[in-house]
């Protein structure tokens, strides 16, 4: 049962165009969202994250929106460059008992190709 | 600098060899991870370790034996190597207080049992 799901596999967005990746969760007790990107032969790297109690977060040309009711958050690129062609994963954690956080569940992953 | 590193990042044997997977961490993090990337590329959770302590075990065969000599180090064991067991290992670290649960992942090792 896939707790964090990514269901386009791969996107194709031109250089200076907006990229929104998304992913949609079932757990209501996740509490903390991450993005991660990951270049072949490479370990998936931190983007960017959110924490349930707000809806946006931004940095730089990255901003990760999240909709608590629909179980949805995305990923906004602007604008997006040939050197952000990579797969995305979006994870999502619960904060345990003793306050600090569980593992991570990630999704299966979106591959942006960015083309010049 | 590497903050995780792995070793050895391809790894190619036969069924039913025992192989070792290391890892380091010099973050000084308290807390290491095990994924396992499959061929669909989902990556999955296998273990985690607190300052040398089991804290998360998903429903992995008892094949595979994590080992964490110092809570910089996370070592993963697999007897009785089978075919399913080719994939791409994930070894990563994070602070155990923060809420955010970060993680800081190494570059993988690529595991093929032929």
């Known amino acids: ?3 964090v799901k990514q269901n386009s ?24 969202f991450l993005w991660y990107k990951k270049y072949p032969a490479e370990g998936p790297t931190f983007l960017i994250s959110i924490s349930s109690i707000k809806d946006k977060n931004e940095d730089g040309r990255f901003t990760v929106f999240l909709n608590k ?3 949805h958050l ?35 992953g979106t591959r942006l190709q960015v083309t010049l | 600098d590497t903050a995780v590193s792995q070793t050895p990042k391809y790894l190619v044997t ?13 973050l000084g993090h308290d807390t290491m991870y095990w ?4 061929s669909k590329k989902f990556l999955k959770i296998m273990f985690s370790y607190n300052n ?24 993963l064991h697999i007897n009785s190597l089978e075919l399913g067991d080719s994939a791409v290992y994930f070894c ?12 800081f992942f190494g570059p993988g090792t690529r595991l093929t049992v032929l």
Do not use: W
């Not at chain 1, 996107?11 to 996740?30: A, H, K, P, W």
């Not at chain 2, 994924?35 to 499959?38: H, L, R, S």
């Open chain 1, 1 to 3: 049962d896939q707790q």
């Open chain 1, 9 to 32: 596999p791969s996107l194709s967005v031109q250089e200076g165009r907006i990229s929104i990746l998304n992913c949609d969760y079932t757990n209501s007790m996740f509490d903390y």
């Open chain 1, 69 to 71: 009711s629909a179980k």
């Open chain 1, 74 to 108: 995305s990923l906004h690129i602007v604008p997006s460059q040939p050197g952000d062609s990579a797969v995305y994963f979006c994870a999502a954690s619960a904060t345990g008992r003793t306050g600090t956080a569980s593992k991570l569940t990630f999704g299966t």
């Open chain 2, 14 to 26: 036969q069924m039913g060899n025992d192989k070792s997977i290391k890892c380091e961490q010099n």
């Open chain 2, 35 to 38: 994924y396992k990337q499959d």
């Open chain 2, 52 to 75: 040398k302590e089991l804290i998360i075990n998903e429903t992995v065969p008892n094949r595979f034996s994590p080992k964490s000599p110092d809570k910089a180090h996370l070592n």
């Open chain 2, 92 to 103: 990563a670290s994070s602070q155990a207080r923060t809420r955010s649960n970060e993680q």
